[in-house]
């Protein structure tokens, strides 16, 4: 984090939902920080969408596609790597993470999921499942690995993304970082 190492990546994990993609443009809008969306990026990789993907090769390959891109990307120094919702329930992607990294947890309560993922069809996981009971009951059997993967917890409900990211920033020991990157 100091001036002379090497800069780490930081590792947005946290529910769908939970505001992912929209704090790691806030890194690069506000803090020129170079930012890897990894969904995007396995998308553009396998030239379609991630339900396809789970349609027409599975969840265990998109899975395995995730820690591949983590291997690429745990190589790689001062990115801001926004992580798909699942990418914590596989231990060796912690580990990935963790090897020159920062993981941090952007939580949100159930409400406010449910409104974010309501717009979009975009998410296999959550089929038939937009309501609060069943996004509740997902959210309690994730939370042991998010509890576990996170070196930095940041409750979100409420905030502004210049909030989030200036409080991760702080958090992650950075805060008189000007604007140059973690
Ligand atoms: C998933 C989350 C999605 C995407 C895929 C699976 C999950 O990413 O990787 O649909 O299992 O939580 P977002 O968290 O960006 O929606």
Not at 6 to 16: A, K, S, V
Not at 54 to 78: D, H, I, N, V
Not at 156 to 176: P, R
């Amino acid at each position: 984090m100091s001036s002379g190492k090497q800069r780490e990546n930081l590792y947005l994990i946290g529910f769908m939902g939970c505001g992912k993609s929209a704090v790691a443009r806030g890194f690069r809008s506000l803090y020129g920080m170079p930012v890897t969306e990894m969904d995007r990026q396995i998308e553009e990789q396998e030239g379609m969408s991630v339900s396809e993907i789970f349609k027409k090769k599975g969840e265990a390959c998109f899975r395995s596609l995730e820690t591949a891109l983590l291997e690429t990307l745990s190589g790689q120094c001062g990115l801001v790597v926004s992580c798909g919702g699942g990418v914590p329930l596989r231990r060796e992607n912690v580990d990935l993470m963790r090897q020159g990294g920062r993981i941090v947890w952007l939580k949100a309560v159930p409400e406010t999921i449910l409104e974010r993922v309501s717009r979009d069809d975009r998410r296999p996981v959550l089929r038939g499942k937009k309501n609060i009971k069943d996004i509740s009951a997902l959210m309690e059997e994730r939370r042991p690995a998010y509890e576990a993967a996170a070196d930095i917890t940041i409750e979100t409900d409420g905030k502004s993304i210049q909030q989030i990211c200036g409080e991760i920033l702080q958090e992650a020991g950075c805060g008189d970082c000007s604007g140059t990157g973690i």
